[in-house]
């Protein structure tokens, strides 16, 4: 497993569970990181954590019309666009689990941003004229 993977999914699941603590709170009434916008957040992060795993256990996927590290990245960004939404948007009586939220969704657009680098620098390298 790639450092950019350990980064993506290692950030997902804790994302995950962090989506389960109140984001929000006042007056002992707490709101989930599943709430509004947080439920796209959600379903992102399983959908990477679930395509993550499918590439550890190489699990045979068919013909996809972009390559596996493409479609992390894309994951990977649609879990940081969402995330930041929802955290700007709720932007009243924050508790801490949202910060928190927020800093693994930027460790996870980080780890999209690197698998999707590692991949592009293995294309090049192959595709690269050899000196003599």
Request: glycine share 10%; net charge positive.
């Amino acid at each position: 497993m790639s450092r950019p993977s350990q980064v993506l999914a290692s950030a997902a699941l804790l994302l995950f569970v962090f989506l389960f603590f109140d984001w929000q709170q006042h007056f002992g009434q707490g709101r989930s990181g599943w709430s509004g916008w947080g439920v796209a957040a959600g379903i992102f992060t399983i959908a990477l954590v679930g395509w993550e795993a499918a590439q550890v256990l190489d699990v045979s996927v068919p013909r996809l019309p972009v390559r596996p590290a493409v479609l992390s990245t894309i994951l990977a960004g649609a879990v940081l666009l969402f995330t930041a939404v929802k955290f700007f948007v709720d932007d009243r009586f924050r508790h801490w689990p949202a910060w928190v939220g927020l800093i693994l969704a930027i460790a996870i657009g980080i780890g999209g941003f690197l698998r999707w680098l590692a991949d592009a620098k293995a294309r090049w390298a192959a595709g690269a004229p050899r000196r003599s």
